[in-house]
């Protein structure tokens, strides 16, 4: 006997889906995800997500890509070896700026990227929803909302019976 | 007026209540087109069987691209003199090309972030492509730079390009532009690669989908692999957006870096000619006129030969030519003002410069620029001009050859005619110089053609969320 992942209810329209996530956010689930093709606007204040930490590491790749182009420039022409170029001065912020703007936001880049699939557990090439067969639409044309077992919310039947009651259709539940 | 104005009692100034015309928005997706048939129709480009045409275009690109592969083996083979340059035009050829080739790539970079922070829903449907165009550009730009060097390992060791220390363990001059050159294109190619793979992402996704419920399971883990195991969960999604909004914030200020700080290579020197500053703006300008030229030049066959025109609309063709149009109306508007400065300024060696640019030795290829370049895009003030996409193709290679003629006569016309009259000196390219360049346009081509026959050309999920259906509250907003 395999253990039960969630439950899984389709729907086939955003409005339907947006009004099915304000029910289940509202009965209180906090285990639980909705997968559509594209973002859909307005859906995370209808899921009750809270924003997104990425930025975060955006501010922090961009502080240190920043710090590294000063830091390596004054290092190379004015520590390691002084460089004499026009009787100017070993190291000025102004002729160190334009690589080091572009350091930061070289940084930034990874640094959000990285970010990105952290905070999304990426990647992850197997999970329980990848398998089931229904879920090839998720990425072309329907919309799922998935309850998990592990929610401590979850009874099978009340689960059921709030999706079915929201509108969700084909609700199927999913091994782990 | 006066009585108007005394008198309380008439009508109110104010209206009670103020009705805005209603404008129509322009559609987005034409044909009222729904989510699987957006799938089904981006998908079947790569799913289907490789089109005739593709194979032919692709052996005539390859043959192309050999003239490049043989001009570079040639030239490290036998060293720098096999280029045309010589005293005092010692810089010319590759210079030129890098900077068309890096101009070009910054249309695709202004699609997909400008517009995406300007909230232009139109971008959408050829931001895939228009990146895709931005990196190829960029490996046809960092050819030039990396092989004038002659022996090319000397870019990395002892650090011609990169900072690597020589063999006396001297640093580069950090001062230098041609430095920050090297950060700045390193850091857009690199930038531009992730942004386009993190965009690639959910589609990817898609692909796999599609392939999984097919059977192809090879195809499933190939393009499940670089999907990441994306399954189009909102809590993903979250994340994402958020990613691709800081990317596109970040890669705004990075494109208008690129193009000031190749400017810089110019305008940081002292020859007559190029040590201005209106140099960064109109290198930025003039970058998105010439990438726009060629991402017309790209979209438009591709929007005919696979009848794209639900999803490339009229409307979209409109944005491009008036982007073309403004651009360029406003590179018009920086030659027009270097030979004001070049007067303005009463410097002898400046205002000689410019004269020698337009009736001097060159002046054939000033004419070209300014026919090119000033002209062509007026055309597209006309509707009827804008409509008739053969003309509006025809015009965007006009853009792509004069940007071209930009760069050659401000680089070529400056250094021929210096300030010593000993040293004047007329540049002709060799031979392997021309066949380097014209190969470039196969190397493009060939990895273009790579890209429209493996990858969907457009972010179904993007588009997807642009069309009415999309939209969670139908119409009714709060």
Redesign the interface.
Known sequence: MKKNYGIVAAFD???A??QACLQVRDAGYTQW????????????A??G?R?????RF?LTG?LIGFCTGMS??WW??AY??P?I?GG?PYFSPM??F??S???T??F???A??A???L??R??????P??KA?Q??R????RFYIVIEASDPKFNPAQTRALLEQAGGKDIAEIEE | MSAHSTDHTAQPAILAEVNPAIIPRAVLVEQNR???WI?EKVCGIVEGTTPTWWWWCFGLAAVIASFTVSGLVYLVSTGVGVWGHANPVNWAWDIVNFVFWIGIGHAGTLISAILCLLRQKWRTSINRAAEAMTIFAVICAAIFPVFHVGRIWFAVMPGWLF?F?NSN???????S?L??DV??VS?YG??SV??WY?GLI?DL??MR??F??TGNMLKARIY??FA????????????????YL??AG??T??VL?VHT?VS?DFAVSLIPGWHTTIFPPYFVAGAIFSGFGMVMTLMLPLRAVYRLEDLITQYHIDCMCKITLATGTMVGYAYSMEFFIAWYSSNPYEGFAFINRAFGHYAWAYWIMIGCNVITPQFFWFKSVRENTTLVWILSIFVNVGMWFERFVIIVTSLARDFLPSSWGYYSPSIVEIFTFFGTFGVFSFLFLLFIRFVPIMP???V??VIP??????GHHH
Do not use: C
């Not at chain 2, 001297?170 to 001062?175: A, D, S």
């Open positions: 329209t955003t409005p889906l947006y995800d909705s997968l559509t093709p594209f973002p859909v606007h307005g859906l995370d209808a899921m997500m924003r997104s930490q990425v930025p955006s961009g390596f420039i190379a022409n390691e070896y460089l170029v100017k002729f160190a334009p690589i703007y572009e350091l936001i070289l930034t880049a990874f959000t990227i970010g990105m699939f905070l999304n990426l990647p992850m090439h197997y999970h929803l990848l067969p879920f090839v998720a990425s072309d044309d | 729904d989510f699987h799938t900072p220390p363990g001297i640093w580069q001059n950090f001062r532009p430095e920050w950060f700045a850091t690199t930038v992730l942004f993190v959910p996704g898609t989908d599609r999984t419920a499940g692999f990441m195991g994306w399954r189009g969960s909102n809590r993903h999604w979250s994340n994402y957006e958020m990613a800081v990317l970040i890669a200020p990075l870096s700080i810089f179904m999920s993007e997807k969320a259906a999309a939209d969670p509250h139908a």
